[in-house]
């Protein structure tokens, strides 16, 4: 009985895999190798759809046969979230890359899902125009992935997150219905606001197709400041005073660690008579504190902390913007407890990136202390990467009592849980 | 609604917060938009979350639908009573619960004027960014629900982009919280969704603001041009140079005839109006405007005059606020339209608009936050002449149709609300349409909260989400393989 089951279920899959090159064609069908693996789970298959309605159409073939889905783009942040609790098909946009239309003189762009942010980047800065974001990884990173884990780095302060760039999606979901929402103009209140549910909902209801986004034009100059602080609390009111200034500077972020004076870093942009008048101002509003002009290169300390992390466990922080310091203390004296080494950048919304190096067992101890502290004072540790032989742990936290809420969105979008199976909050 | 219930309602809100009596609840049968009138059965003035809850679960028990207001300045009829419903006033539920200025928050009830919020914190030199037309009566729970925009969103982003978090009380009357006073909640961003669902999704009792530095420095030109074209020719002109003004504004000869009559503006009189607002640093701006000077000129403008004063740039956009109201002067009656065009297509549509009013014989005055290419053509008629008011209805119509044709949108600010619903469906397909109607499914299973609004077909909840279709590309025999 059961060799007979066993030979029905090959026979079934491969007749999936008959119907997804039927559907695709075969060269973008492909067997799964170890390199595809989702943290712990390997999927059978990957297919790249190479348009909208072929990725809908493979999308609903899984959810008819049960199929668990994991749609990918650049593949650079596979261990984001819970591991899944199945994956049987990766379902890759690396077919759909294209920028659709770059409308310069209306500050607009609607690009596929595959295509890198650097590729979108160099498209738009031929007309002197970016989106104004700086994800990590962006010669890799998707437009697609980066909206689905919703990520951002210091340029946020100025310019908003994903959330208030983009204004229009199409979407995939798991019944084959390709819908758009939003539209192609920067102000629109017509309907619900999908695009924004879709950002950060990684992946989980939707696989995300396309999207438009509104652009800024690229600044004429930028210079970067930097300044040493003595300790954490000198650093919180370097922030304060520079945010509640008249400065108009676009990032602004402290970078800390258990071993070194606090450093923060001020990014300006603009005009060059505008630039100077901002400098004298910035020097004055921190005095005594000696400012001093920084390389470009102090923004990639985010994504510095990645760098050859297999034994780190790395964090997204979230937490008032005056807590900032409070809550890196929290990490030196919690970190100083169970003798793990940090490194942290956070970014003056509050938001912030935390790398914890030690033994797999007391990262795991301390990082639940960590998050205790943060969501008792109603913020948030979500985990970003884990060493191997870390024990399991929710990667995001604590949801709130919109929990239910959220899963009855799920239920309506996703009533199969066909896409990413328990990678989200709560295990939807 | 049986004499029980009004009981219950009563005990819920007591005495002053029931209204039955049919000459008070004229009061509220419309909203902005007057010429859809509705009668609810009953309207409710909680001033407490608590109240609120108990009335909805109420209304979630008895199935009763529920529509929930703030001023009532709205112009899409988002606040219109539903047949046999009732209106939830929030406008008693008015304090300023919370303000937190070192991280730039302000924590308000939703009956909370949008002027009273910058009135709080501007001694501090904070201001709350969005500035509807309306923004000294119009609430921030109002507000909330339509993600109300203004002139200033160009640079500073709508209600949605300053709205982090908010307590709601969801159609089956329970609370919940989402987003807060941090940033990137885990969980979806419903936040986000609920921002500008127009009250279809449950009552906001709580919302927490996000406030902004007042600039250095705030410079405002004036900028007279033959037609709105050149007007929307420099425009162009500045986006292209780089720059991102927090304002730009344009108006015709009509409108700008309409705003001298009623408050005297001192604008010139001209074809296309231009108005630019620059902010930030002294230096930054003093630089900026001399290029947008420049732009103008080369764009044919005959006389640039720049505000020398804060009265006088006050004066600036007295006009061009006060402008909706004041082609009460020139037309005794009119239709106040909302929609959003690339900003590309201006010359384009504006020329179409003025072709179709020809033929219409009726008189269009155009006003428009052109940075965004977001539209406000007024119809002007008079409903005395047979036959006009339904012409400047087909008009009107007539004007959406393009800016969808256009790539654009049939709402920048107003919403659909009553008003749109046949258009939504002009602009978005059936399966688009859809999707959106599954937020509502989870939201209000039951359809309670606005439930005619927006959507011009309702998605039966019950219908299985991912129900069936036979593909094409299907064969008999594969599904029963698993």
């Known amino acids: 009985m059961e060799t007979s089951a066993s030979l029905k279920a090959i026979g079934a899959a491969s007749a999936i895999e008959e119907k997804l090159r039927e559907i695709v064609g075969a060269a973008s069908v492909r067997a799964a190798s170890l390199a595809d693996a989702i943290s712990d789970q390997h999927a059978r298959i990957v297919v790249e759809p190479g348009s909208d309605q072929e990725l809908a159409s493979v999308l609903r073939l899984a959810n008819e046969v049960g199929l668990a889905v994991i749609p990918r783009g650049g593949g650079t942040k596979p261990d984001w979230g819970n591991t899944p609790t199945r994956a049987d098909l990766i379902l890759s946009t690396a077919r759909l ?89 920067v102000k629109n209140v017509a309907g619900y606001d999908l695009p924004k549910l879709m950002t950060g909902a990684l992946g989980t209801l939707g696989v995300i197709t396309r999207a438009v986004f509104r652009l800024h034009p690229l600044p004429k100059i930028a210079q970067s400041f930097s300044a040493r602080m003595s300790n954490l609390e000198t650093a919180q009111r370097a922030l304060h005073s520079v945010q ?26 603009g005009t060059k008579a505008g630039l100077a008048a901002q400098a004298t101002h910035l020097k004055k509003s921190l005095d005594p504190v000696v400012v001093a002009e920084a390389p470009a290169s102090v923004w990639s300390a985010r994504q510095e902390l990645w760098f050859t992390s297999d034994s780190a466990v790395i964090a997204k922080i979230s937490l008032l913007p005056a807590s900032i310091a409070n809550g890196m203390e929290t990490v030196r004296r919690v970190a100083d407890h169970h003798k793990i080494r940090w490194k942290a950048v956070a970014e003056a919304t509050g938001i912030g990136w935390l790398r914890l190096d030690g033994s797999p067992h007391y990262l795991h101890v301390a990082f639940r202390e960590l998050r205790t502290e943060f969501e008792s004072r109603g913020g948030s540790l979500a985990v970003l990467h884990r060493p191997a032989g870390f024990a399991p742990l929710e990667a995001w936290g604590n949801a709130g009592d919109a929990l239910p809420l959220m899963r009855a969105v799920k239920r309506q979008f996703d009533s199969k849980s066909t896409l990413n199976p328990g990678r989200f909050v709560g295990g939807i | 609604m049986n004499a029980r219930i009004f009981r219950e309602l009563r005990a819920i809100a007591g005495k002053n917060g029931l209204i039955t009596s049919p000459e008070e609840l004229h009061t509220y049968e419309c909203d902005g938009l007057t010429n859809l009138r509705v009668m609810p059965c009953a309207v409710l003035l909680p001033d407490s979350r608590e109240q609120v809850q108990a009335i909805v679960r109420v209304c979630h028990r008895e199935k009763i639908p529920f529509v929930a207001r703030g001023s009532g300045t709205g112009l ?43 009135g709080r914190v501007q001694s501090q030199e904070y201001f709350y960014a969005p500035d509807p037309g309306s923004q000294s009566v119009c609430s921030i729970g109002g507000n909330v629900a339509e993600n109300s925009g203004g002139a200033h969103c160009l640079k500073y982003g709508f209600t949605t982009t300053h709205v982090l978090g908010l307590e709601v009380v969801l159609p089956d009357g329970s609370l919940i919280h989402l987003g807060g006073k941090i940033l990137d909640a885990p969980g979806y961003d419903l936040a986000g969704v609920f921002v ?5 999704l449950g009552i906001a009792t709580k919302i927490v603001l996000r406030i902004v530095k007042r600039p250095e420095c705030v410079q405002t030109l004036l900028a007279a041009f033959p037609s709105t074209n050149e007007a929307g020719a420099a425009v162009s002109g500045v986006i292209a140079a780089g720059m991102l003004p927090a304002a730009m504004e344009i108006m015709d000869n009509l409108a700008i005839q309409a705003a001298e009559a009623a408050v ?81 297509a201006l010359p384009r549509v504006m020329s179409e ?22 539209l406000h053509p007024l119809v002007l008629y008079d409903k005395r002449i047979p036959g006009q008011e339904q012409a400047a209805e087909a008009l009107s119509i007539r004007i959406l149709e393009l800016c969808i044709a256009a790539g654009g949108s049939i709402t920048g600010e107003h919403g659909v609300g009553e008003d749109k619903k046949k258009m939504i469906s002009k602009m978005f397909s059936e399966p688009d349409l859809d999707t959106m109607q599954r937020v509502r499914c989870a939201f209000d299973p039951l359809q309670l909260s606005n439930p005619t609004k927006i959507f011009p077909r309702t998605r039966l909840c019950g219908e299985k989400p991912g129900e069936y279709v036979a593909h094409p590309l299907e064969t008999a025999g594969l599904a029963e393989r698993f």
């Open chain 1, 97 to 185: 890359a294209k920028v659709i239309e770059h409308v310069w003189a209306d500050l607009t762009v609607t690009v596929e899902a595959g295509c890198t942010l650097q590729r979108l980047q160099d498209a738009l800065s031929q007309h002197g125009q970016r989106l104004a974001l700086d994800p990590l990884w962006p010669e890799r990173a998707t437009v697609g992935g980066v909206l689905s884990t919703n990520d951002s780095g210091a340029l946020r302060l100025r310019f908003g997150s994903l959330r208030d760039l983009i204004i229009g999606v199409t979407i995939a979901l798991p019944d084959g219905t390709l819908a758009s929402s939003g539209g192609k103009v």
């Open chain 1, 244 to 269: 509640n200034s008249k400065l108009a500077h676009a990032a602004m972020q402290v970078r800390a660690a258990g071993d070194v004076p606090p450093e923060v870093d001020v990014l300006f942009e």
């Open chain 2, 76 to 118: 899409s009829g988002g606040a219109l009573p539903v047949e046999n419903g009732i209106v939830i006033v929030m406008t008693r539920m008015n304090r300023i619960l919370e303000v937190d200025l070192p991280n730039a928050r302000v924590v308000v009830e939703p009956g909370v004027l949008n002027l009273d919020v910058t």
């Open chain 2, 196 to 200: 500008g669902s127009e009250g279809t």
């Open chain 2, 264 to 344: 005297h503006a001192n604008y010139p009189s001209c074809g296309g109006l231009l108005l630019v607002e620059l902010d930030g640093p002294t230096a930054e701006v003093e630089a900026q405007m001399c290029q947008v000077t420049e732009i103008c000129r080369a764009n044919g403008s005959s006389e640039i005059r720049l505000a020398q004063s804060d009265a006088e740039r006050a004066l600036f956009w007295k006009g061009r606020k006060s402008a909706f109201a004041a082609v009460g002067r020139i037309s005794p009656n009119y239709i106040i339209q909302d929609g959003v065009i690339p900003r590309t």
């Open chain 2, 353 to 374: 608009i003025e072709r179709l009013s020809n033929e219409a014989g009726l008189r269009v005055a155009n006003v428009f936050h052109a940075g965004d290419g977001n």
